[in-house]
């Protein structure tokens, strides 16, 4: 008797884990479509707080959902891994986007330098380097 109530509580107990992984995958996944969006849209900072908001509500309502009495399995560890795997998507994103920032502006800089530099250089003289350091600091 005792064999199968034990049988039982690790089939539920096993079953409440792996739905609550699953659920916690589709989240990922979800969550990644809604802030590719919604940076688009809001800029990044509003965008990931309020997709992770947003997600992390909905896999504790899931959670709730998809609970079962008997096993009184604690899905807490599963919460952190979601946690995490926002933290290093949002982590992978930002360095995209700063990336991006970064060489539209070098070749904006570099663009503006470029054609008034090259025309001090052709017409050196003697005041050619402090002009070209007021060119810089007019910029900068």
């Known amino acids: ?3 199968i109530y034990f049988d039982e ?3 539920t107990s096993k079953r409440q884990e792996l739905e609550t992984k699953l659920l916690q995958a589709k989240t990922l996944d979800d969550f ?4 590719d969006k919604a940076i688009e849209r809001e800029g ?3 965008a990931v707080h309020d997709c992770t908001q947003s ?3 909905k896999f504790d309502k899931g959670c709730e959902d998809a609970a079962i ?4 399995w604690d899905p807490l560890k599963v919460l952190e891994k979601l946690r995490r795997d926002i933290d290093v998507y949002v982590t ?3 360095a995209a986007k700063l990336s991006e920032l970064t060489t539209l502006y070098e070749g904006q800089l570099n663009r503006a330098l470029s054609e008034p530099v090259e025309a001090l250089l052709d017409a050196a003289s003697d005041d050619t380097w402090p002009a070209i350091r007021e060119l810089l600091q007019g910029i900068c």
């Open 1 to 3: 008797m005792e064999v």
């Open 44 to 46: 990044f900072a509003v």
């Open 9 to 11: 509580s690790v089939r």
């Open 32 to 35: 990644k479509e809604a802030l």
């Open 69 to 72: 009495e008997q096993a009184r």
């Open 55 to 57: 997600f992390m509500l």
């Open 92 to 94: 992978s994103v930002r």
